[in-house]
């Protein structure tokens, strides 16, 4: 269920502030979407996979911590992201 490096680059290209930005919260956050994404549609077809199970539930966790930190600090791009992911608010 992990990301390519072509997939890594086209979010990285997308949701980047600056050059060589990799590591905002935003990237962080539309990266897990991306994985949660891929482990919602494994775990489709393989109901019984306890630790892809845990997988995704961590990164759940780890998106919502995330976004919870945009909401606080900068609303702007916390509803950039939201709108920008179709994520619930």
């Keep these: 269920m992990a ?7 086209e979010i990285i290209a ?22 949660i994404e891929k482990l919602q549609g494994h775990l489709g077809e393989n109901k019984h996979d306890s630790p892809a199970k845990r997988g995704l539930l961590s990164k759940l966790a780890k998106r919502r ?15 950039k992201i939201v ?3 179709n994520l619930k608010k």
């Design 65 to 79: 911590r995330l976004l919870r930190y945009l909401s606080i600090h900068n609303e702007e791009r916390y509803a």
């Design 14 to 35: 997308k949701y980047s502030q600056a050059k060589g930005d990799t590591g905002s919260p935003e990237i962080q956050v539309a990266i897990l979407s991306k994985e």
């Design 3 to 9: 990301l390519t490096t072509e997939e890594k680059s």
């Design 83 to 85: 709108t920008g992911l």
